[in-house]
């Protein structure tokens, strides 16, 4: 069985908020649980957090955790022209390849134009996830270069009660690919409801809860750069929706 844990670090619940209490408070408590259960996960960094955070971003890459790009400043990708984009991409990229390789992507709101991919590729992005199966994609593909490995499921699923969360999970296709935000990691009041519930202790509680269950369960853990082992294709294809199985 394959699982990926995968965290956005951004701002608090963008764009409702502009504080970072979660890099701050937030992401350590998760690294410290990841350490503890000896579970590895991809970080998909803003440079922005990055630049104002960058000893969080060192911990991550000597903790052997992967770094990703998450844009710079959580800008929406598809709202821009391409060349906006592409310029946010290689700004952002500068930044966050001053602490080491980046070869993961994720576009924020899940939300990435198809002509994207192209500039990834040119970028050295070799594989990206802001594609989400219960937003109805159709799963691990190669476009323009690019390994797409979708979401599984939303990251408020993550705080359901865990009575609830099993049957979700159990429910899931390989490779099981989880995300969350380290702003859900501490209390959130202010925002809407799907922002707040749950969050703070409740949050890494849940999370420790699902990191033993899969390790009951003898999965194994990836980082989003190991799918490039996993699915090989027999030969690229620049066209969209190339679907691929595993090895």
Not at 124 to 142: H, P, Q, T
Not at 220 to 235: A, G, S
Request: with cysteine; aromatic share 10%.
């Amino acid at each position: 069985m394959l699982v990926s844990l995968t965290f956005d670090v951004e701002q608090d619940c963008p764009p409702y908020l502009s504080t970072t209490r979660g890099v701050e408070e937030g992401l350590p408590k998760i690294l410290d649980l990841l350490g503890e259960k000896g579970v590895k996960g991809t970080f998909f960094f803003t440079a922005q957090m990055a630049k104002e955070y960058p000893h969080l971003v060192k911990r991550v890459v000597e903790d052997g955790h992967e770094l990703g790009c998450h844009t710079y400043n959580h800008e929406r990708l598809d709202k821009l022209s391409k060349g906006e984009a592409e310029r946010i991409i290689e700004k952002s990229l500068q930044v966050l390849r001053n602490f080491g390789e980046v070869v993961s992507f994720r576009s924020p709101n899940l939300q990435l134009p198809s002509e994207i991919y192209a500039v990834l590729r040119e970028k050295g992005i070799l594989v990206d996830s802001s594609k989400a199966v219960y937003k109805r994609y159709r799963g691990i593909s190669y476009v323009g270069g690019v390994l797409e490995i979708p979401a599984s499921v939303t990251s408020s699923v993550l705080r359901l009660p865990w009575r609830i969360q099993r049957i979700i999970h159990a429910r899931l296709r390989e490779p099981r690919v989880y995300f969350a935000h380290p702003w859900e990691f501490v209390p959130m009041k202010g925002v809407r409801f799907d922002c707040r519930f749950n969050t703070g202790e409740k949050a890494l509680e849940l999370l420790e809860r699902l990191i033993d269950h899969y390790r009951r369960e003898n999965a194994e853990f990836l980082l989003m750069r190991d799918y490039l082992k996993v699915f090989k294709p027999e030969r690229r294809q620049e066209a969209e929706g190339v679907s691929q199985h595993p090895r």
